[in-house]
């Protein structure tokens, strides 16, 4: 079940670095599923592209965010996306009026504002992530090592005691504190200029 585990978090490591590899067989594993389920739930191929490629943007999100744990696997939790955003849209069309098609436009209209909108947000988290990773390269050693041994190879504080020769997983859980601070304000202080 570890090793499990660990692809799964693997998986979410090279997603979280923009791998298009992943991304891609993420993609041919996971989509069919979430378009078969939402077939049988009245929605159409074109709604299944969207509402996956939505739950793709929340993974890469949640994979970005060093605070998240994966707690299933990658494809129950696409699924689980997939639901909920198809269950919030039919509740939030139950709930709108109906207006006549004169009135809103054309779909390739709506069409094309939510894809300029998605690419802007893409590219927003592109540097965004960009400056994760210079502000990571500038916090030093061994901040560095050890972020990346707790975030990225999913090492528990008891390893990463034995492997930086800490006293105790406490003293190793305080210089963590010390050196996300740091890379913090390295951080902020990219964004902010």
């Known amino acids: ?17 923009c791998n298009r ?4 067989q993420l993609y041919q594993q996971n989509y069919p599923i979430v378009k078969g389920w939402l077939g049988k739930n009245g929605g159409s191929e074109s709604d299944a592209a969207d509402l996956f490629q939505e739950a793709m943007v929340v993974l890469f ?3 970005q965010d060093t605070d998240f744990r994966l707690t299933c696997s990658i494809s129950t939790y696409l699924m ?18 109906v207006f006549l ?6 779909d390739e209209d709506e069409g094309s504002i939510g894809y300029e909108d998605e690419v802007k947000v893409h590219e927003e988290r592109e540097m965004h992530y960009e400056m994760l990773n210079a502000a990571l390269e500038q916090v030093g ?3 560095r090592s050890l972020l990346k041994a707790f975030y990225h190879n ?12 800490y006293t105790n997983s406490d003293n190793a859980k305080t210089q963590k504190y010390k050196c996300l601070t740091r890379l913090r304000k390295i951080f902020y ?3 902010g200029n």
Not at 21 to 24: E, G, H, K, L, Q
């Open 1 to 17: 079940m570890q090793g499990f585990i660990n692809t799964e978090q693997q998986l979410l490591v090279s997603l979280a670095s």
């Open 21 to 24: 590899r992943v991304a891609s």
């Open 61 to 63: 999100a949640k994979a």
């Open 80 to 97: 689980a996306i997939s639901k909920h955003l198809w269950y919030k849209k039919l509740q939030k069309q139950s709930r709108d009026p």
């Open 101 to 106: 098609k004169e009135n809103i436009g054309t």
């Open 141 to 143: 050693e061994p901040c």
């Open 154 to 165: 999913d090492k528990s504080m008891q390893e990463i005691t034995a492997a930086f020769g």
């Open 189 to 191: 202080g990219m964004a």
